[in-house]
């Protein structure tokens, strides 16, 4: 175990410079150990979890959970939430609508729990008491409507001609009133679906000798305990023999049949059917005086339903927390360890103080800060803004303790970048007021609990929508591009001059670029609006796009090149920075750095206006240029041009690659021999012979030997620790990773050419192919007609297609670009994230 010391000895100038450094890079996060008296423990532990700035580790590891101190405890707290969810199905059954909580409890002390947990019995006896006393009035009652159906419908077996069998004009009167008196009968009701098999089954053991009439009730029952539709049947089975009445009956307790006593004389069934009507009626009040007393005590107790839950909730985890404690020697103190961020020191200090004065404990709780080796986890505080732009990058992996966090950066280069794809300044403002809208009412739609992924997808990234309508506005705007139409708002400064005739005769005209009737002037912003008539629009914004997308990317690239060295400088590892980053940047500079600037030098060199070798004829391409300076190759120039845009600039070009070759080796091979060299200086520093001790007895640890691995040399995901022919491998590894990538990675920001141009021709076929149908169409009639509908369609596509099918599309690509080609410049991603014991995030969880 590592040294102790208390929180307030921590040197104030790294804290205060890592609370400076928050928005950079993670919180820096130390382990502490807590000792807390066991009766202050539970109040303590519950001060924590309200300010949920603590995560606990497992002390008990190697205990089973059935064998912990607290799992009595827990137990208890089990019970209480299975009452609670039986009363809660109680209330739910009749339909009471239970309100949420608006003001959260605090987790109740010892003393309440016990009230708490009596309160909870005696409501749970109470509804029991209430529902089987329900059931028991509703099965009365269901048997009196049975018996009351029964005296009903066998009215009429009794009457029908053919009880007996035997035609009138075979037996007189008195015959058959004697054949009557010798038959048997049985009356009672049967499920409807079980009929069928009941009717046979009374044929089998009779052989025939049975005559049944049956009956359908109209009105379904009510099952008395799950409240069920029932749709039952009336019958009267006819037999002759006391022996055939045993069989019948116990068929009908196979079948579930309900019997019921039937007098076979009219005058005595009316009597009965008299006294059945006057028990149903007093049946009836005294069911519905014990609903309305049910219906009372629900309302009363789903007052109380989630105010108890979320107690029971906190009760349990505070004891599930107590269990991760480990108890001293003498069993008179509580020993818990947990990560802990630097700023919330002096909070977790005051929560255990308050968590001991609750209790008026005389012995304070500790709070010992503790050097560690082990790496700590991750967390970066967000607010509603950065959060969704944080859980992009976590997505991909949780960040290292304390390297850059490229959430800060992405805010502005993810929306950017999709903005460069989506590029429509009225897509972006249907985006733009979709996510408004959810931003505007977010304290409305949040308060609103749904399972609706898709939605809450989208809610939880409503600023980063917002932003992405704001940058695609922006870049709609630059583009010159409403809905696939252009905006002449400063006027075109495309001037023709041509007479009429000349105007008129021919379908296109070509300006002359160098003609002194072009003019000076250029467009305030954007393009200009005459390329929308333009035949060789897309081959212009081809190229104009295609250059623009490999400008940021390198850009891009370069940013995410630069950041590893604030990696390096803030852990120490500023050697690296040299052997690392420097010919990793020189690569990239040299290289497609400067392809980017021989296309701004060919932008101003050539023009329209200058002659041979700068006339744009002359002016070479910059790819081709630039696979000839990678290969050493030449390319013949016309005739009257240049080969070379500049001065010297084979001699220039031939020294770029020659020296990112040779930054090549560097990058191979520089790491590896340092850690090399830094292994024998230690081996012989560790070797001495002025031990006086021999190394046999153990010597204090310093300070520097205790710091985290986070802000060692080796540390921070690195192999330096691995044998030397694991490091050369991996650094081989990583140097073809990089030289390859600069390469497939430039390429790749190739997309966001292909994107923008496929968005804005899907919106110009779009309008052309579907509104303009209706904008074309004539007649007084037939137009409006027309316009609605392929309005209507054209709005179906516009927000299907093109704003979520692309928008979709673009967003991944974005994601990709940031992912791939900018993090994996300098973010490793290896850490784990800081979850923290906290009231707030366990009762959000719950709820979904």
């Given at each position: 175990m590592?040294?102790r010391?208390?929180y307030?000895?921590i040197?104030?100038?790294?804290?205060l410079?890592?609370r400076m450094g928050t928005?950079?890079?993670?919180?820096?996060i130390t382990?502490?150990q807590?000792?807390?008296?066991?009766?202050?423990?539970?109040?303590?532990?519950?001060?924590l979890g309200?300010?949920g700035a603590?995560q606990?580790?497992?002390?008990?590891?190697?205990?089973?959970?059935?064998q912990?101190?607290?799992?009595?405890?827990v137990r208890r707290c089990?019970?209480?939430q299975?009452?609670?969810r039986?009363v809660?199905s109680?209330?739910?059954?009749?339909?009471?609508?239970?309100?949420?909580?608006?003001?959260?409890?605090?987790a109740p002390?010892?003393?309440e729990?016990?009230?708490?947990e009596?309160?909870l019995?005696?409501t749970?006896n109470e509804?029991?008491?209430?529902?089987?006393n329900?059931v028991n009035?509703?099965?009365?009652?269901l048997?009196l409507?049975?018996?009351r159906?029964v005296?009903?419908?066998?009215?009429?077996?009794f009457?029908?001609e053919d009880?007996?069998g035997?035609?009138?004009?075979l037996?007189?009167?008195?015959e058959?009133?004697q054949?009557r008196?010798?038959?048997?009968?049985?009356?009672?009701t049967?499920r409807?679906?079980r009929?069928?098999?009941?009717e046979r089954?009374l044929?089998?053991?009779?052989?025939?000798?049975v005559f049944?009439?049956?009956?359908?009730?109209?009105?379904p029952?009510e099952?008395p305990?799950?409240g069920?539709?029932?749709y039952?049947?009336?019958?009267?089975?006819?037999?002759?023999?006391?022996?055939?009445?045993?069989r019948?009956k116990?068929v009908?307790?196979?079948f579930?049949?309900?019997l019921?006593?039937c007098?076979?004389e009219?005058?005595?069934?009316d009597e009965m059917l008299?006294?059945?009507?006057?028990r149903?009626?007093?049946?009836n009040?005294?069911?519905?005086?014990t609903q309305?007393?049910?219906c009372?005590?629900?309302?009363?107790?789903a007052?109380d339903?989630?105010?108890?839950?979320?107690?029971?909730k906190?009760?349990?985890?505070?004891?599930?927390?107590?269990n991760?404690f480990?108890?001293?020697?003498?069993?008179?103190?509580?020993?818990?360890?947990?990560?802990?961020p630097?700023?919330d020191?002096p909070?977790v200090?005051?929560?255990l103080t308050?968590g001991s004065?609750a209790?008026?404990?005389?012995?304070?709780?500790?709070?010992n800060v503790?050097?560690?080796?082990?790496?700590?986890?991750?967390?970066?505080?967000?607010?509603?803004?950065?959060?969704g732009?944080?859980?992009l990058?976590?997505?991909?992996?949780?960040?290292?303790?304390?390297?850059v966090?490229p959430a800060?950066?992405?805010?502005?280069?993810?929306?950017?970048l999709?903005?460069?794809?989506?590029?429509?300044?009225g897509?972006?403002l249907?985006?733009?007021?979709f996510?408004?809208w959810m931003?505007?009412?977010?304290?409305?739609l949040?308060?609103?609990k749904?399972?609706?992924?898709i939605?809450n997808?989208?809610?939880g990234g409503?600023?980063?929508?917002?932003?992405?309508g704001?940058f695609s506005?922006?870049?709609g705007f630059?583009y010159n591009d409403?809905?696939?139409?252009?905006?002449?708002?400063?006027g075109?400064?495309?001037?023709?001059?041509y007479?009429a005739?000349?105007?008129m005769?021919?379908p296109t005209?070509q300006?002359n670029p160098?003609s002194d009737?072009?003019?000076t002037?250029?467009y305030e912003w954007g393009?200009?609006?005459v390329?929308q008539?333009g035949?060789?629009?897309?081959?212009?914004l081809?190229s104009y796009k295609?250059?623009?997308?490999i400008?940021?990317g390198v850009?891009h690239?370069i940013?995410?090149?630069?950041?590893?060295?604030?990696n390096?400088?803030f852990?120490r590892r500023?050697v690296?920075i040299?052997?690392?980053?420097?010919p990793q940047?020189i690569?990239l500079?040299?290289?497609f750095?400067?392809?980017v600037?021989?296309m701004?030098?060919?932008?101003i060199?050539?023009s329209?206006?200058?002659?041979?070798?700068?006339?744009?004829?002359c002016?070479?391409?910059?790819l081709i240029?630039f696979?000839?300076?990678m290969?050493?190759?030449k390319?013949?120039p016309l005739?009257?041009?240049?080969?070379?845009?500049?001065?010297?600039?084979?001699?220039?070009q031939?020294?770029f690659v020659?020296?990112?070759?040779?930054c090549?080796p560097?990058m191979?091979?520089?790491?590896p021999f340092?850690i090399?060299?830094t292994?024998k200086?230690?081996n012989k520093?560790?070797g001495?012979?002025?031990?006086?001790?021999?190394?046999?007895?153990?010597?204090?640890e310093?300070p520097?030997?205790?710091?985290?691995?986070?802000h060692?040399e080796s540390?921070h995901?690195g192999?330096?620790?691995?044998?030397m022919?694991?490091?050369?491998?991996?650094?081989?590894?990583?140097?073809?990773?990089?030289?390859?990538?600069?390469?497939s990675h430039?390429?790749s920001y190739?997309r966001l050419?292909?994107?923008?141009l496929?968005?804005?021709?899907l919106?110009?076929?779009l309008?052309?192919?579907?509104?303009?149908?209706?904008?074309?169409?004539t007649g007084?009639?037939?137009a409006?007609i027309?316009?609605?509908?392929?309005?209507?369609?054209?709005a179906l596509?516009?927000?299907?297609i093109?704003?979520?099918m692309?928008g979709?599309?673009?967003?991944?690509?974005?994601?990709?670009l940031?992912?791939?080609?900018?993090?994996s410049?300098f973010y490793e991603g290896?850490g784990?994230?800081f979850?923290?014991?906290?009231?707030?995030i366990?009762l959000?969880e719950?709820?979904?």
């Open positions: 590592a040294s010391g208390n307030s000895q040197p104030t100038s790294e804290s410079s890592s928005l950079f890079r993670s919180e820096e382990l502490c807590m000792f807390i008296q066991p009766e202050a423990a539970y109040s303590s532990v519950s001060e309200e300010i603590v606990f580790r497992d002390l008990n590891g190697d205990v089973n959970a059935f912990r101190k607290f799992v009595g405890e089990d019970e209480m299975r009452k609670i039986y809660e109680e209330v739910k059954k009749d339909g009471v609508k239970i309100k949420d909580c608006e003001d959260i409890p605090r002390n010892p003393r729990i016990i009230d708490l009596a309160h019995e005696k749970e509804m029991m008491e209430l529902s089987q329900a009035l509703k099965t009365n009652y048997e409507v049975e018996l159906h005296l009903e419908k066998t009215q009429g077996f009457y029908e009880v007996l035997v035609g009138n004009s037996m007189t009167q008195e058959a009133g054949a008196g010798r038959l048997g009968f049985v009356a009672g049967i409807r679906e009929l069928p098999g009941f089954m044929w089998r053991i009779s052989r025939g000798n049944v009439r049956q009956a359908e009730l109209d009105d029952l099952d305990e799950t069920n539709e029932l039952k049947t009336v019958f009267c089975a006819f037999f002759q023999g006391e022996q055939l009445k045993n019948i116990k009908c307790t196979g579930h049949a309900s019921y006593p007098p076979s009219a005058k005595e069934r008299k006294g059945v009507l006057t149903l009626e007093d049946l009040m005294v069911l519905n005086q309305d007393h049910r009372r005590v629900l309302n009363n107790v007052k339903i989630p105010r108890w839950a979320i107690m029971v906190k009760m349990k985890a505070i004891y599930h927390t107590m991760l480990n108890m001293d020697v003498t069993k008179k103190c509580l020993i818990g360890e947990c990560w802990v630097v700023p020191l909070k200090q005051k929560a308050d004065a209790v008026g404990s005389a012995i304070p709780s500790f709070l503790i050097e560690t080796r082990e790496n700590p986890p991750t967390f970066n505080r967000t607010n509603k803004f950065s959060r732009f944080q859980n990058i976590d997505a991909y992996g949780i960040a290292s303790y304390q390297e966090n800060l950066y992405t805010i502005i280069t993810f929306p950017f999709f903005g460069i794809m989506f590029g429509d300044l897509h972006g249907i985006m733009f007021l996510a408004f931003v505007s009412g977010e304290k409305k949040g308060a609103k749904t399972n609706n992924e939605w997808i989208f809610f409503r600023y980063i929508i917002l932003l992405m704001i506005m922006y870049t630059t409403l809905f696939s139409k252009s905006m002449n708002i400063f075109s400064k495309w001037k023709v001059n007479n005739s000349t105007i005769d021919n005209l300006l160098s009737d072009l003019g002037e250029i393009l200009d609006p390329w008539l035949t060789n629009k897309i081959i212009f081809n295609m250059k623009l997308s400008i940021f850009i690239m940013f995410g090149v630069v950041m590893s060295t604030i390096h400088n852990f500023r690296y040299f052997l690392e980053f420097l940047i690569f500079v040299l290289l750095a400067y392809m600037f021989m701004f030098f060919k932008w060199t050539y329209p206006k200058l002659e041979q070798p700068y006339s744009p004829g002016a070479p391409s910059v240029m696979i000839n300076m290969l050493f190759k390319t013949p005739a009257g041009c240049d080969e070379y845009m500049y001065p010297h600039q084979d001699l220039i031939k020294s020659f020296i990112s070759l040779l090549i560097w191979l091979l520089g790491k340092y090399m060299c292994r200086k230690t520093v560790a001495h012979n002025g031990d006086v001790n021999q190394g046999m007895e153990m010597t204090p310093t520097d030997q205790l710091a985290p691995t986070a060692s540390g995901g192999h330096d620790d691995e044998p022919s694991e490091i050369f491998i991996h650094q081989g590894i990583h140097t073809i990773e990089y030289v390859l990538s600069t390469v430039t390429a190739l050419w292909a994107l923008s496929a968005h804005a021709q919106s110009e076929v309008w052309n192919m579907v509104l303009a149908l209706g904008l074309k169409s007084p009639i037939k409006p027309m316009i609605y509908i392929m309005f209507a369609f054209w596509f516009t927000l299907a093109l704003v979520m692309e979709l599309s673009a967003f991944l690509h974005t994601l990709r940031h992912w791939v080609e900018f993090m410049k290896l784990y994230p979850q923290p014991f906290s009231f707030k366990i959000d719950t709820e979904d």
